[in-house]
């Protein structure tokens, strides 16, 4: 098991570089740019619009931007003399930038009609292999930094949905199966088809209304009471703030969980050997629990790994109805301000994710399935 | 006996009078209860007021710093000695651009240390370093040098002289330098990345003082007990907090809770409710007029081939003409064409108010006589009739028979952005896209993601772009010059994107900066002038501007509005326990 737990993660290490080159690829081609955003104030000059792209780096190509991110400048362009200016530099980097005029173009010597230039700096970014993930363009300090700040809010909220919705869904599923054809299955089942069929922002809002504003039994969103002091107290003292969107994110789960718990068991008590067992006279808790479940559970496991993903890298939609502070939210309005670095350290973060939900995935089943053996 | 009488009068209604004011006067500071305010955005990035860029850092900077040159609040003009700024009287030499600014001496940070020209000279040598990420080029442009000439006098000499000098300083904050020499030194390029910004240890000469921030949540002041300027001789409030709500729907739901004590803009969709709530005593609510304009973009010239509008010798460049907006008889016809009214109803819940040109009826530049284009549909016709656009197959969309730019036989097609999402602005251009139809046009709707649609802006390569525009607070209408003169015709980042050039409108704008002795009827009459040139060139179709409704708990006492700033007297308001 170590061993192919070694080989899945050493594996995993190409497809994660190719996941950033395509996530990188994906933002810088895509219209409309950080500075459009930033910089969409009728009081600034053209030529601070400029600068502004000088100062996030974007006006270099693609490939030397994406370079940069992985790998860092500080190998691209450094300081000799140690005068603070960049006098030295990698073949593919420029060592000067143009001065700039009004209107944001180069500024022209009109004696020798040449460029006039100005010395940058030396580059200070180390890159992501090295650790470094560089400042937000948007909030101006380490992105990591503001991932890091949001991870908490995002985990204990993706957690509690994912056990919620793992056990309720599988009892529930269970218990259809049990009760195949009878009320609790086709409760169960038009339940499902109308959990399903809600927008989590619909059922988030609808929540809110109805527990928050009409009962005033559990608080209108938010992660903690808004109070003059800075702490946010601990989790046990402030359960109301998760309740409902506990309830929003786990109810899809329970939903899709209880659906292919159901098919899995019936399935499984269709088999040759719950007949064998229902012969030598099991009884029928033992044979549903024991041989019943357990196989049942293997279909299961290939659903785990990714509900994992999705929970732990947050739902912007929830996030946004319950003003939950997470990485969800966070990733939506760095996309939509273009804010490079947070978005693509949020895109490392998911997929780190996805590679790891994967994995569990198919460790799971070699847990659950005693005929599955990776060694 | 009379005298006795008379002065026992007198004693006894001081008294009572003094019976009556004392519960006020004497309360104690941050006996009122916390103020929580709704942020509908992000966090702030900063609260560094030498870095700061966007609204919510400046949102909360306005509470914990003083104003450089503070807006009167009753007139929205820049004044001395209004409430909330440094400076008390400013003098201008006689060469029109040395400003000697005497600044008050009873301001003073939340750790004792007075508030001093020292302050603000810090703030200039960090922003005029040019190493600072933020964007301060007009500052930079602007001030020539500056001299601390005693601890409450500061000389500022300028560039030039012109008469917008003033506004150029909106920017300009003091800053602790005491604190800012030893956090930050003169690394002014690295200021960005220092910690000190969202954890400042002193702020102050307003009415609260930086408590603590929690990311993604909410940030919170407390009251500064060495406020000077406290209405009732100390901040009431315990606190602000700036808590963020991210839904509008739940916004107004926590306030209709009692959860917020004050709403800053009730969205357009709650607003007949909280009004008649308001007016049946369960909120209190003000009405006054939004900062922001709502417009749509014309482009002029080739959107195939956009130019620069001027080049390296500061001459013309030649813009091509759009094929259909090129002409001013069909941008008429738009004007024309649009019923406000239907418009104001269906998208705006008739809160808009309809604007002629890029001034609001409130500001003081606003020439009388300036209106709207009225709803003339017989007249926009006409008009495009006689642009030579009619419709000669009976299929409903004119096409060119004769015009100016476009082939002969090229329908009247334009495709009209605005930004997705945006369900006011949705609503706007479905309407006006039937409205316009109606007269032949064959408009095509698109809504774009926001950063897309500012790039096809900024690019010019667009026909017609709808967005918001933020005006300036106090009113500044020299702004116009970075929308509507040449110099900002710049591909890819000027915000003339019409490629609008008209050689009176630059010389009025220009003019009138710079007009010796700054006289504002003068100035107000040149304004004047260049708004009906921009009406009736119609570059944008100025569709509206509006009143935005702000409500507050009636659990808060001493609230009182005004149009120039919602909290002018935060430090007074009162909230009583509930």
Redesign the interface.
């Known amino acids: 098991m170590t061993k192919y737990v070694i080989r899945r993660l050493l594996q995993a290490i190409p497809i994660f570089l190719c996941a950033t080159l395509l996530s990188y690829l994906l933002m810088a081609l ?4 950080p ?18 792209k000088y ?1 996030l780096g974007i006006n270099d190509p693609l490939p030397v931007q994406y370079l940069r991110w992985l790998l860092g400048d500080d190998w691209m362009r450094w300081d000799n003399d140690g005068d603070g200016l960049a006098d030295s530099a990698v073949f593919f980097i420029d060592l000067y930038a143009p001065k700039l ?5 180069p500024l ?1 010597d009109d004696s020798s009609g040449e460029m006039i230039t100005r010395s940058l ?1 030396p580059g200070t970014q180390r890159g992501i292999l090295r650790g470094d993930f560089g ?1 937000s363009f ?5 992105a990591m930094e ?1 991932l890091v ?2 991870l908490p ?1 995002t985990l204990e909220l993706g957690l509690t949905s994912f056990v919620v919705g793992i056990t309720l869904g599988l009892a529930v599923g269970i218990l259809s199966a049990v009760y195949h054809g009878r009320l609790f299955d086709q409760l169960s089942r038009i339940g499902a088809v109308i959990v399903n069929s809600i927008p989590n922002f619909g059922l988030g ?1 609808l929540l ?2 109805f527990f ?2 009409l009962l ?1 039994v559990l608080p ?5 009471k ?3 002091d ?1 702490s ?1 107290v601990p989790l046990p003292e402030r359960l109301e703030y998760l309740i409902l969107p506990t309830i929003v994110l786990a109810a899809g789960a329970v939903a899709g969980y209880s659906r292919f718990m159901r098919a899995s068991m019936l399935d499984v008590v269709s088999q040759d050997y719950i007949r064998t067992a229902r012969s030598k006279g099991l009884q029928e808790r033992r044979i549903w629990l024991r041989h019943g479940m357990r196989n049942a559970f293997i279909p299961i496991a290939t659903f785990l790994g990714p509900s994992i993903t999705f929970l732990l890298s947050g739902s912007a939609v929830t ?5 939950w ?2 990485v969800g ?2 990733a939506v ?1 760095s996309v ?3 804010d490079y670095p947070v978005i693509m350290i949020v895109v490392i973060y998911a997929a780190i994710a996805t590679i790891l939900g994967y994995l569990m995935s198919d460790i799971l089943y070699g847990i659950i399935d005693p005929r599955i053996r990776y060694d | 006996m009379n005298k006795l009488i008379r002065i026992a009068t007198v004693v006894a209604l001081l008294v009572f009078t003094t019976t009556l004011i004392a519960p006020t006067v004497a309360q104690d500071m941050g006996s009122g209860g916390p103020i929580i305010e709704p942020n509908f955005g992000d966090d702030p990035t900063t609260f560094n007021p030498i870095i700061a860029n966007d609204g919510t850092s400046y949102d909360v900077i306005n509470r914990m710093f003083p104003d450089f040159i503070g807006v009167d609040s009753a007139t929205i003009a820049y004044m001395g000695g209004a409430k909330g700024g440094l400076v008390s009287s400013w003098d201008i030499a006689e060469d029109g651009v040395t400003y000697t600014f005497h600044l008050r001496d009873d301001m003073a940070w939340s750790d004792g240390v007075p508030i001093t020209a020292a302050d603000v000279a810090w703030f200039l040598t960090a922003t005029l370093s040019g190493e600072t990420t933020s964007p301060r080029q007009q500052l930079q442009d602007s001030v020539a040098s500056y001299e601390v000439v005693d601890d409450h006098t500061l000389t500022i000499v300028f560039n030039e002289a012109n008469c917008t000098l003033i506004d150029t300083l909106n920017p300009v904050y003091p800053v602790p330098a005491h604190v800012y020499e030893e956090v930050y030194g003169d690394d002014y390029a690295g200021m960005d990345e220092n910690d000190y910004n969202l954890n400042p240890t002193v702020s102050g000469g307003e009415a609260f003082v930086f408590s603590n921030f929690r990311p993604g949540e909410q940030t919170t002041l407390l009251a500064n007990a060495d406020y000077t300027e406290a209405e009732l001789g100390a901040v009431i409030p315990q606190g602000w907090v700036y808590k963020i709500v991210t839904d509008q729907v739940v916004q107004m739901e926590q306030f209709f809770t009692g959860e917020l004590t004050f709403v800053d803009s009730v969205p357009q969709a709650n607003r007949d409710d909280v009004k008649a709530r308001g007016a049946a005593g369960e909120f209190q609510i003000f009405e006054t007029p939004a900062g922001t304009i709502r417009f749509l973009s014309l482009n002029i010239a080739d959107p195939s081939n956009p130019q620069d509008g001027l080049d390296e010798d500061g001459n013309p460049i030649d813009q091509g003409h759009h094929p259909i907006l090129g002409d001013v008889r069909v941008r008429q016809a738009l004007n024309y064409g649009m019923n406000f009214d239907e418009v104001n109803e269906g998208a705006f819940f008739g809160t808009g108010v309809p604007v002629a040109s890029h001034v609001r009826p409130t500001d003081w530049s606003f020439p009388p006589g300036l209106e709207p284009y009225p709803f003339d549909a017989e007249k926009a016709m006409s008009l495009l009739d006689e642009a030579g656009f009619t419709d000669s197959d009976g299929d409903g969309v004119r096409e060119c028979n004769g015009c100016m730019h476009a082939e002969e036989g090229a329908p009247l097609a334009l495709t009209v952005k605005t930004n997705a999402g945006n369900t006011s602005q949705e609503a706007l251009y479905t309407i006006l896209q039937d409205q316009w139809n109606e007269l032949g046009f064959n408009i095509t709707l698109e809504f774009v993601e926001f950063g897309t649609l500012v790039s096809e802006f900024v690019a010019q390569t667009y026909d017609a772009i709808g967005v918001f525009w933020g005006l300036a607070t106090p009113a500044n209408p020299n702004g116009i010059a970075d929308i509507f003169l040449p110099g900002a015709d710049v591909v890819g980042s000027g915000y003339n994107t019409q490629s609008f050039n008209n050689p009176r409108l630059n010389e009025l704008i220009e003019d009138a900066r710079n007009l010796p002795g700054c006289d504002l009827e003068t100035r107000k009459a040149m304004y004047g002038e260049a708004y009906q040139i921009l009406r009736d060139e119609s570059p944008w179709i100025w569709i509206s501007t509006g009143n935005v409704l702000l409500a507050a708990q009636t659990s808060v006492e001493n609230w009182a509005p005004r149009a120039g700033g919602a909290r002018w007297n935060i430090d007074a308001w009162t909230i009583a326990e509930s």
Do not use: H
């Open positions: 895509a219209p409309g740019g500075v459009e955003i930033l910089a969409f104030n009728n009081r600034m000059k053209p030529r601070e619009r400029e600068e502004l100062i005029n009004d209107s944001g173009k022209i700096p400042n948007y909030y101006k300090r380490s503001v700040e949001r809010a809002l809110l209304l928050g504003s005033k209108l969103g938010g992660r903690c808004t109070l003059l800075p946010c996030e946004q109805v319950f003003s502070p997470g939210r966070l309005n939509i301000r273009r």
